[in-house]
């Protein structure tokens, strides 16, 4: 088998790890200047807010293990492909040579065993280190059951390593991944973490997880709270959310249609909450066990509790801002800067970056509402016109990505 054709094969099982999202694009050239090329290339996103291409691939997709929702299962009739580490490196260079990609997000089945796999991954990126004196971003992925002296050794090369917990409970792990344990899992994650505080260039980047969302029963609450768990204890960058992609038929996977990717949705505005706002799961929730599909978390949260509202924006605190459905960190920053200067109006608070459409509904400047609109006391009323409203542009306006709130909520984080 050519190389050509192991990056396609392992190229396109990569593409269900959401660590980053795929490009998608199949468009064929042969002239101009750049390039699509589909196999393994994807996008990811810096801190600063950059678009990056990394070069996304498995080491290989032969598996010991059956994991029920997994196209890589052993149990699975697919074409198989094994690269060695000097083909990725040779990829990847010659990839970032021609200006293709900026870094490496390198992952694995388990072949022959967890051991030989992270070796594998280990002779990769050393290669890449030293013989190439490759610098650029890397990724790797942190075998479970792998030697902890192993994942050390990789943890000095890469910039930043993942495990992934795929599942939110013990009783899902054992059902849908039964060569799996809890244990396998955690350890290497706690390893990383302990070894992070206490070597400064061990994982620079951090380390992150994925989690697969719709597979079992497992409710948005016991999710959530998973998570929060994890970026408390072992100081994750990020908890990724996967809605599952039907692969097999299997009969241990919870019968029911693919989840909307609205609720992936939700399940990351709330994961940005618990991180950036300083929610936590319990507030989030409360009695409910799953996030509501029609509103986000935050107006969830608000219109539990009407009795804070509305917030008067030139006396409220930061921590009372933030709360304000539509005023996101910087607007609320911007908010208690600008109002030392002079009393806020709504036009400043447009200006400001508050999304108005639905703080309105919230909040107060200098004593009046918006537009002398009267503040609804029943979270029902407050509810509907909310839906209401954005039905209504959704109907009468044309569709448009910069619009979206998907594409505020992440650029401005303005949630």
């Known amino acids: 088998m050519d190389i050509l054709e192991k990056l396609q094969i392992l190229g396109a099982a990569a593409k269900y790890d959401v660590s980053c999202a795929s490009s998608g694009s199949k468009r064929e050239t042969n002239y101009g200047i750049g390039s699509t090329f589909t196999a393994g290339i994807c996008h990811s996103w810096t801190d600063d807010g950059r678009c990056i291409s990394l070069l996304k691939v498995l080491f290989t997709n032969e598996c010991l293990f059956d994991c029920a929702y997994c196209i890589n299962r052993k149990s699975n009739d697919i074409k198989r492909a094994t690269f060695t580490p000097y083909e990725v490196a040779e990829l990847t260079m010659n990839f970032y040579k021609r200006n293709y990609i900026e870094g490496l997000f390198l992952s694995s089945a388990i072949k022959n065993s967890p051991d030989w796999t992270m070796e594998m991954l280990y002779k990769t990126v050393y290669l890449l280190r030293y013989k190439y004196q490759f610098n650029g971003y890397i990724h790797v992925k942190a075998i479970p059951y792998a030697s902890l002296d192993l994942i050390r050794r990789t943890g000095f090369l890469a910039d930043r390593m993942s495990v992934n917990i795929e599942l939110p409970s013990e009783k899902s792990l054992k059902l849908l991944c039964p060569n799996k344990t809890k244990e396998s899992i955690l350890k290497p994650m706690e390893f990383i973490t302990k070894v992070g505080e206490e070597e400064r260039n061990f994982v620079s980047a951090g380390q992150s997880t994925q989690m697969i969302i719709g597979a079992t029963d497992d409710s948005d609450r016991k999710i959530i709270t998973l998570s929060q768990h994890l970026y408390k204890k ?38 940005w909450l618990i991180r950036v706002y300083n929610f936590t799961a319990d507030e989030l929730f409360e009695k409910d066990e799953n ?64 999304v108005l459409k639905r703080a309105k509904y919230f909040i107060t400047c200098n004593g009046k509402t918006y537009e002398r609109h009267l503040i609804d006391t029943v979270p029902e009323k407050v509810k509907l016109q909310l839906i209401e409203k954005k039905a209504a542009e959704q109907k009468v306006k044309q569709l448009s990505f910069f619009d979206s709130e998907v594409f505020t909520s992440v650029i401005t984080g303005e949630i």
């Open 234 to 271: 072992f100081k994750l960058k990020r908890v990724y959310y996967s809605a599952y992609t039907p692969v097999n038929d299997d009969p241990r996977i919870l019968k029911v249609e693919k989840p909307p990717l609205l609720r992936e949705h939700r399940l990351y505005q709330a994961d």
């Open 291 to 354: 996030l509501d599909l029609e509103v986000d978390p935050k107006v969830m949260w608000a219109l539990r509790h009407l009795d804070k509202f509305p917030v008067e924006v030139n006396k409220a605190s930061y921590e009372e801002l933030i709360r304000v459905p539509g005023i996101g960190i910087k607007s609320a920053r911007r908010i208690i800067k600008n109002r030392v200067f002079h009393s806020l109006d709504f036009d400043d608070l447009k200006k400001i970056g508050v």
